[in-house]
C-alpha cells in the first residue's frame, strides 16, 4: 500500500490525465454523447441522454480510486510497477477500464480515449 501523500499526488495526477482524455474524446464527437465535469476532487461522467452517470473518486482511507458505473463499483489499485490504478480482477489500468466502460454504456465500439 501507498502513503498517503504519495495516493493523494497519483490519484490527482491520474484523475486529471483522465479528464482531459474524456474531454478530449467529447470535443472529437460531432454530436458528444457524455459530458466530462470535476466537483470536489470528483469526476462525473454525465450521459447526454440522461441514462446514467459514471462517478470517480479517489478514495485516500484505502488508497483506491472508485468508479461507480453501470450498476457497479470498481476499486482501482496503484501498482508501483506500471506506476497506474488498475482493476485486480482484469488488469485494466483507469484509462482501460473507463474506455471499455463508456463503449458499454454508449453501445459505441469506436469510442477511444487516449
Known sequence: MIDEATFRRESD????????????AEDAMDDPLFETEEKNGVLNVL???GSAKFVFTPNTPVAQIW??????????????????????????NLLALTERLLREQTNDPGLTLA
Open 13 to 24: 495526477r491520474a484523475l486529471e490525465q483522465l479528464k482531459q482524455s474524456l474531454i478530449r
Open 47 to 49: 450521459f447526454e441522454d
Open 67 to 92: 468508479i461507480s458505473a453501470i450498476s457497479t463499483s470498481y476499486k482501482l489499485e496503484w501498482d508501483s510497477g506500471d506506476s497506474v490504478f488498475v482493476l485486480p480482477k482484469t488488469g485494466e
